[in-house]
């Protein structure tokens, strides 16, 4: 199972919707934009058909003027050269011919011999000098040509002809043409053609109409909403796949960002896991005979890199993770396990075990205790639980049934930090305590500094009118251990004696301690020891 992948799937499902997003807002965006071309693209079709025919008709007007201008327009040789030079002078006229007042055509430019009747209306006398009207198709399907007509004399009329294929030709793309609807008229219900879609049905997207001032030209168009579909087809298809792409991105995006992550919590659960947090002994020191009277357990993590991290870079951590429940264990357990071997050999000592100050106030704590060393060798009674004087203990009736439960096993309390910065004797007040350990700075002040001494001697004389032991912490030179016992202290932990070490260097110096009971043979085996330890802890 990927760990995470609920939230994998989450992010992938917001990246996935919004992709589908972006590619439905793609798709309206560009439809917009093509129906607003195709817009554009019609007008401008209309008016390309309306300007053609205006100009188709226009200059065969002014052809039929120049020709007009000679007089006697018959239909002799020389005649209709002339009216074949004027039909060539322009492309949009392909045959002039000249009418007689019955409207029959009586002869064409030359190559344009057939006499044709009734093609236009008999001469009115009135009619207007210029005309416009349409021939019928030659066939079903061909277009009608405009003709127009200009009145010479006697009733005779000049007329050119204007195929409709060549005003029809507009510019709009071949693929839009199968949707379009086109409609030159001519006014009065009259249209010159017609361009019918080739698709029929569909939805009107837009409908325009141009008229000319001049002439009687009026063209419509429309379109259909399918020409969309057909235009936009490959960009569709583009942005279906962009869209695929994007979604493929978002989905990356989203297991990279939904991936598992460890916090600090779940880095130290599995510090815990693998066995990485582990306890360290200081040796406590009878100041009297030298010997070691118990141990200070104080918590390590080795990390598989080989480097050990001190408690005050990961007790946070597990502070903040509500991980010290498990830490505490865990420490316990290994401590257990790890001194049953001294244990076992019979040699009597006292392992001091540090508790959280919210431990005192949470009675999980008992049990926990309880579970861990019930069937041990040590016993409780060997047992003291350290609380620091750092922290005023906020709940004190809560801490006092806690105490009082871990005391009825048979373990001993002891008030640690005593003296320092922070320590306020606030809990020496209200709770009731077996040991008084001495901070490193008071235990710094015995060699100088104002009152220091005084205050260490305060402390000692209330631990002993208490009847509580004490236990002085960071003793490193042998004046401070002079001191100390001139002022009647006998137990003592620090740098002069051993760092915390490794529970094999422990041990180890415990087994040298049994063979050797006086100070003056112990202490130089401890720095025996103790290099070992350090070594082994590097
Ligand atoms: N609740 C728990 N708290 C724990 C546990 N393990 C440690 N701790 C607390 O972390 C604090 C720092 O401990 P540490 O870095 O181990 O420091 C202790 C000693 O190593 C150090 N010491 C001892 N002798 C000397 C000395 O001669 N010189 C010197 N400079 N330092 C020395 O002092 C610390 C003693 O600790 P404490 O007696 O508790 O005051 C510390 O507050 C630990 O309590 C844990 O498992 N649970």
């Excluded at 939805?203 to 168009?221: G, K, N, T, Y």
């Excluded at 020409?227 to 796949?241: K, M, Q, S, W």
């Excluded at 042998?478 to 490794?502: D, N």
Aim: charge should be negative; charged fraction near 25%; proline fraction near 4%.
């Amino acid at each position: 199972m990927i760990r995470n992948a609920k939230k994998i799937a989450g992010y992938s499902l917001l990246a996935t919707v919004s992709a589908g997003l972006l590619t439905i807002g793609m798709q309206f965006a560009m439809r917009w934009q093509v129906e607003k071309e195709i817009k554009e693209d019609l007008q401008i079709s209309a008016d390309v058909m309306l300007e053609r025919a205006s100009d188709a008709a226009q200059t065969a007007i002014n052809v039929l003027n120049n020709l007009a201008q000679s007089p006697g327009l018959s239909c002799t040789t020389d005649h209709r050269y002339r009216y074949s030079d004027a039909a060539r002078s322009t492309a949009w006229i392909d045959t002039i011919g000249l009418v007689d007042r019955n409207g029959n055509l009586v002869c064409t430019d030359l190559g344009q011999s057939a006499r044709q009747t009734g093609l236009l209306p008999a001469y009115q006398v009135g009619d207007k000098a210029v005309t416009l009207s349409l021939s019928a198709g030659a066939g079903q399907f061909d277009m009608p040509s405009l003709l127009v007509v200009r009145h010479v004399a006697n009733g005779r009329r000049l007329v050119a002809r204007v195929p409709g294929e060549l005003v029809r030709i507009d510019p709009v793309r071949n693929d839009l043409r199968r949707f379009r609807y086109a409609m030159l008229s001519m006014g009065s219900g009259t249209h010159w053609f017609i361009l019918e879609p080739e698709t029929a049905g569909g939805e009107i997207i837009d409908r325009v109409s141009v008229h000319s001032d001049v002439l009687p030209f009026e063209v419509q168009m429309s379109i259909t909403e399918a020409a969309i579909d057909v235009v936009t087809a490959d960009e569709r298809e583009f942005i279906n796949l962009l869209g695929l792409f994007f979604g493929l991105i978002m989905v990356g995006i989203g297991w990279y960002f939904g991936r598992y992550r460890p916090s600090d919590g779940d880095i130290i659960l599995d510090a815990l896991d693998n066995g990485e947090i582990v306890p360290y002994m200081q040796p406590i020191i009878d100041l009297d005979s030298g010997a070691i009277t118990g141990c200070e357990v104080l918590a390590r993590w080795l990390k598989p890199d080989g480097s050990v991290v001190p408690p005050h870079e990961f007790i946070p951590l597990a502070q903040n993770y509500r991980l010290t429940r498990e830490v505490t264990c865990r420490i316990m357990q290994d401590s257990c396990r790890l001194l049953d071997p001294v244990v076992r050999e019979g040699q009597v000592f006292k392992v001091a075990l540090n508790l959280f100050s919210h431990q005192m106030i949470d009675d999980s704590i008992v049990a926990d205790i309880e579970d861990v060393f019930k069937d041990s060798k040590l016993g409780f009674k060997n047992l003291i639980f350290e609380i620091s004087d750092r922290v005023p203990i906020q709940e004190m009736d809560l801490a006092k049934d806690v105490i009082s439960q871990i005391r009825a096993l048979g373990a001993e309390i002891a008030l640690d930090d005593v003296g320092s910065g922070h320590s306020g004797l606030y809990n020496l007040s209200s709770i009731s305590v077996d040991i008084l350990k001495l901070d490193k700075l008071l235990v710094d002040a015995l060699d100088g500094g104002f009152a220091g001494p005084e205050l260490v001697q305060g402390l000692i004389s209330l631990a002993e009118n208490l009847n509580i032991g004490v236990i002085a912490e960071g003793v490193e030179t042998e004046e401070q251990v002079i001191q100390l016992r001139k002022m009647g202290v006998s137990a003592a932990q620090g740098y002069l004696f051993a760092p915390p070490l490794p529970a094999a260097s422990f041990c180890k110096l415990m087994k040298v301690a049994r063979k050797r009971q006086t100070a003056s043979e112990v202490i130089p085996d401890m720095e025996e020891a103790t290099e070992t330890g350090a070594e082994e802890a590097a």
